[in-house]
């Protein structure tokens, strides 16, 4: 007997009674987006491996350790996408959409990296996002995050997640501050753990991510990041904030907070739980007024946020009530003999043609009534369509209100109009 392939480890599938979830969120997402007028883009899984080297930047856990990098037969290294924001300014650039231009654009697919499975975090995940170009004020910064706001309004989660907002300063002033930062921890060596130590040498301000307790004893005296910020990046803070207040956006200032990726500049921010154990990120973003001529294009401003699709998912099993988002079906055929179940093909494909938003269920396969009821039941179904060979012969049909019990009897030919009027509210 051959042996059974299982799953590559970090890449689940999911389920039909897991999809139910997954839909009604992505759903709502849709529709959000669409309310702040961002549309869709849909860029490719694999991308040349020198987008992420130059975006992300090479000396980043990401590149060094977690990117899925391989040689094609033309001998081109490709990677599968780590993230979703390199691939829109790629796509951008190439397709000139912008260049003194303003585009607003939201993403929604998987993304790879090569990390230790956890909960909500796997080696294939999910990742939704949106992007902003060619906007340079705070303004756009406040939008975003609204966005993301109104998100956790829309999926009832409000109370479970808390932004943190930063600023990162120009380029300029953020190589200042880690000049700064790499002369105190160089000092203080002996008291940095192994993660710390290496970071200190490739990429200093992810120090300050730290979640050693022994090390945010030592960052406590390290230089303030707000103390290098260069003028106009107060100001632009100072407006963002004054714009939060006005949107009734609450947010705490944490000055610890810095970006793993290279790209970003100034406005960062994460929006962060405490509802899957130990407080973790489950949105985070910022402003990148760089990248975009990092990767070739002509110098265009951006911002923007990308979140974790399963994390996302963890929280709502955890926090929704089941019956907000479980999939059920509206109308069950059942049928009693030969003749009852061809009829029943039949009036199911009428009720679709007439009333495609319907979820209809045609039983197939035979047995007896009692399995067919049992199998309404497990389908959550609202309502029973059920012929035996008389109706059929009658061109008669029962209908039953499977939450109350409540039974009648209509000629065929009314049936659409019933479940019209029955689905109408």
């Not at 004020?137 to 939008?143: I, L, V």
């Not at 402003?287 to 001529?293: E, F, I, N, P, Q």
């Not at 265009?300 to 907000?324: H, K, Y």
Request: aromatic content about 8%; glycine content about 8%.
């Amino acid at each position: 007997m051959s042996k059974t392939i299982q799953a590559i480890r970090g890449m689940n599938d999911c389920l039909p009674e897991q999809t139910a979830l997954w839909q009604w969120m992505e759903q709502q997402i849709r529709e959000v987006v669409a309310s702040y007028d961002f549309a869709e883009i849909r860029t490719p899984v694999v991308e040349s491996t020198d987008l992420f080297k130059r975006s992300i930047g090479e000396v980043t856990d990401i590149v060094e350790k977690e990117m899925y990098t391989f040689d094609d037969r033309n001998g081109d290294s490709l990677t599968l996408r780590p993230e979703g924001t390199a691939s829109v300014v790629r796509a951008g650039n190439q397709h000139g959409l912008l260049y003194n231009q303003q585009q607003k654009l939201w993403y929604m697919g998987q993304m790879f990296r090569h990390e230790r499975p956890q909960k909500g975090r796997y080696r294939q995940f999910h990742q939704f996002g949106v992007e902003a170009f060619g906007y340079a004020t705070p303004d756009m910064d406040a939008e975003v995050i609204a966005l993301s706001r109104r998100l956790w309004q829309r999926f009832g989660i409000q109370e479970h997640v808390e932004l943190e907002i930063n600023s990162l300063g120009s380029n300029e002033a953020r190589e200042n501050y880690k000049k700064a930062l790499v002369v105190f921890l160089s000092e203080r060596k002996d008291a940095l753990d192994e993660d710390s130590l290496r970071r200190l040498e490739s990429n200093p301000l992810r120090v300050l991510d730290s979640k050693n307790p022994d090390v945010q004893a030592v960052l406590t005296d390290a230089p303030a990041l707000s103390d290098y910020l260069d003028e106009e990046s107060k100001q632009h803070f100072s407006q963002l904030c004054e714009r939060l207040d006005k949107l009734g956006i609450q947010y705490r200032v944490n000055e610890r907070l810095v970006r793993g990726l290279d790209y970003y500049n100034r406005t960062v921010f994460e929006w962060v739980t405490s509802s899957l154990g130990a407080q973790g990120t489950v949105c985070a973003g910022g402003r990148y007024d760089g990248l975009v001529a990092q990767l070739g294009g002509k110098a265009c401003p951006g911002v923007g946020f990308a979140m974790g699709l399963e994390r996302l998912a963890l929280i709502l099993r955890e926090q929704l009530a089941s019956e907000q988002y479980v999939d059920t079906v509206d109308v069950f055929f059942a049928g009693l003999g030969d003749l009852a179940a061809g009829q029943n093909a039949v009036l199911a494909e009428t009720v679709r043609d007439a009333l495609p938003a319907l979820k209809l269920h045609n039983h197939c396969g035979g047995g007896n009534f009692k399995k067919q009821m049992k199998k309404a039941d497990k389908l959550s179904a609202k309502y029973a369509v059920i012929l035996g060979d008389n109706e059929v012969a009658e061109k008669q049909v029962n209908i039953k209100n499977l939450a109350n019990g409540e039974q009648q009897t209509l000629p065929e030919a009314e049936l659409v109009s019933f479940l019209q009027g029955a689905f109408s509210n």
